[in-house]
């Protein structure tokens, strides 16, 4: 009974690692994009420069909503395993 009370927290818990995954894939795209129109037609955006967020904010959420979603996806398969 209990189980049954943990699946619906560890499927919200799993979808917000895996929105946090999103939005750091969504910044690291719009970053490359940015990077290609700075080298092609000389955009330059001060926003992206030098800032440490911009470098290292979208790997960091991407690695951070990559470990959370595996190691619940993780205890998942486990508990299945041991009802059966």
Do not use: C, H, Y
């Not at 979808?15 to 969504?26: E, K, Y």
């Amino acid at each position: 009974m209990n189980q049954d009370n943990n699946k619906p927290v560890n499927a919200r818990l799993k979808m917000s690692f895996d929105i946090i995954f999103v939005i750091g894939l969504v910044l690291m795209i719009i970053k490359l994009v940015f990077l290609v129109l700075d080298k092609v037609i000389g955009l330059a955006v001060p926003a992206f420069n030098d800032k440490f967020i911009w470098n290292i904010g979208p790997l960091a959420l991407m690695v951070i909503g990559g470990i959370g979603s595996g190691a619940l996806k993780e205890k998942q398969k486990g508990t299945d395993k041991g009802e059966r």
